[in-house]
T-cell receptor, first 115, second 113 residues
Framework: GAGVSQSPSNKVTEKGKDVELRCDPISGHTALYWYRQSLGQGLEFLIY????????KSGLPSDRFSAERTGGSVSTLTIQRTQQEDSAVYLC?????????????FGPGTRLLVL | AQSVTQLGSHVSVSEGALVLLRCNYS??????LFWYVQYPNQGLQLLLK??????LVKGINGFEAEFKKSETSFHLTKPSAHMSDAAEYFCAVSDNTGNQFYFGTGTSLTVIP
């Protein structure tokens, strides 16, 4: 079956613009995660969705970042008034359930460059 | 609170030599531990995971890792490196809530022919 897909694969934007990043999880996966991978850094947890529950937003770096998940499936990560330090690869992952032992399946990422 | 420390951001080994990538964790509860691999221009994929069953875990491509509670470690090993093993390796820890995963900063493995 299809894996996790993300779009766009690359995004170049100007400082101050808003961007939207999309994630399509694997069908049937109830948990969805967003991470940020900056050069030379590990994966930084951003936000987590489990089914229709309120998301865990504790990892969002600022109020310019927000995310939603419609119908328990597709998710959109929005960055408002982008800054150069937002440049990174944004990764989405999904898992079958919310238990900590579940394997996460990652998408290919969206590479964001803020000029 | 949980965290993961990967010692050595870059590791180089000769083809055929032992691969050892180090991971130490900090967790206030029994952890679940993972190794993920990111090959060049590819997404992350699971290499292996520890979920409180056997302490020696075998993964794909000949890799294995041993959970050592006394040392709070989960080092990744492979007896003989292959050129195709060149990649970025990430250790991760989670608890039983699944709310958050904590990833290490990664170790870049280079295999020298």
């Amino acid at each position: 079956g299809a894996g996790v897909s993300q779009s766009p694969s690359n995004k170049v934007t100007e400082k101050g613009k808003d961007v939207e990043l999309r994630c399509d999880p694997i069908s049937g996966h109830t948990a969805l995660y967003w991470y940020r991978q900056s050069l030379g850094q590990g994966l930084e947890f951003l936000i987590y969705f489990q089914g229709n529950s309120a998301p865990d937003k504790s990892g969002l770096p600022s109020d310019r970042f927000s995310a939603e998940r419609t119908g328990g499936s597709v998710s959109t990560l929005t960055i408002q008034r982008t800054q150069q330090e937002d440049s990174a690869v944004y990764l989405c992952a999904s898992s079958l359930g919310a238990l900590g032992q579940e394997t996460q399946y990652f998408g290919p990422g969206t590479r964001l460059l803020v000029l | 609170a949980q965290s993961v420390t990967q010692l050595g951001s870059h590791v180089s080994v000769s083809e055929g030599a032992l691969v050892l990538l180090r991971c130490n964790y900090s967790s206030s509860v029994p952890p679940y531990l993972f190794w993920y691999v990111q090959y060049p221009n590819q997404g992350l994929q699971l290499l292996l995971k520890y979920t409180s069953a056997a302490t020696l875990v075998k993964g794909i491509n000949g890799f294995e890792a041993e959970f050592k509670k006394s040392e709070t470690s989960f080092h990744l090993t492979k007896p003989s490196a292959h050129m195709s093993d060149a990649a970025e390796y990430f250790c991760a820890v989670s608890d039983n809530t699944g709310n958050q995963f904590y990833f290490g900063t990664g170790t870049s493995l280079t295999v020298i022919p």
